[in-house]
């Protein structure tokens, strides 16, 4: 990695940090760090605990020494779901709806404090960099992992793809209608499903079906609606060019139907040929082949 643009990130998390007052034990003169602060503002309406650290990204034992100080404070309370006795639930008290009320205040007060010190044109730039900033860190901690078809979050990524092409295509999609591919062409070593994670959100899938020494067939390609726009669908397409050649296959191949457009586009920027159809697939009106074989 380039060192300088390594020293610029952490000149820039250290403005931030000053910036945003973290490094202050009372975090917006509150007489709490920021760490509990956070936690109070996430929970919100009421959570599920489990939810909340995977969410923040932040150790088990940590969070249960942040609740415990909340809760002494008379701030939160926690209980088990009378649903899931394995799940906790974390709530607001009214000292701490009032409480997450008063931050929600400090912090619009020193944001705005913040924004002021600028002239109009200087203000603009900032806003417009935080936002692309807030954009390339989100795309930067999406995960991919190959997923069993048969897991939860695998089968809610296929329902989403099935439910999205139902709504654009002209007479609608059905997964029963097209190329069928069982549970056991998704698992290794026949074929994989991909699943590209934000936290514990799915906002991705794609399927590759191998064939030997023949291309693999890329099916079932996904981004969810609130991920686009973070180049997400040429990192999850290069995740699974990448995968396929980790299995050998010379090339990859796909078919997609002309309503979508900016699929369309992505497959040829990414290096896919318009080919004959290699198959009888009732939605396909294009069919893309890529080599995977180096030049």
Known sequence: MDETMVAQVRRFNRVVTQQA??????????????????????????????????????????????????????????????????????????????????????????????????????????????????????????????????????????????????????GGFSLDRGIRADPADLRLPNGLLLIAMLHATPVGCGVLLFHGAEPAHLKRMWVAEPARGLGLGRRLLAELERRAAEQHAPAVRLETNAALTEAIALYRSAGYTEVPAFNDEPYAHHWFEKSLLRQ
Request: net charge negative.
């Open 21 to 170: 007052g973290v490094l202050n034990d009372r975090y917006l003169a509150r007489d709490r760090p920021v760490g509990e602060s956070r936690l109070l503002w996430e929970i919100g309406d009421g959570r599920d605990v489990r939810s909340l650290r995977t969410e923040l990204d932040l150790d088990s034992g940590y969070v249960s020494r942040l609740l415990r100080s909340l809760e002494a404070a008379g701030l939160v309370t926690t209980e088990r779901s009378a649903a899931d006795r394995r799940v906790t639930l974390a709530r607001l008290t009214e000292a701490g709806r009032a409480e997450r009320d008063l931050l929600d205040e400090r912090s619009n007060a020193l944001a705005a404090e913040l924004l002021q010190t600028l002239p109009d044109r200087q203000r603009e730039r900032l806003v417009a960099a935080m936002a692309d900033v807030e954009r390339l860190l989100t795309a930067a901690i999406v995960r991919f992992a190959v997923t069993d078809p048969d897991d939860p979050v695998a089968q809610h990524c296929l329902r989403a793809y099935a439910a999205e092409l139902d709504a654009r295509f002209d």
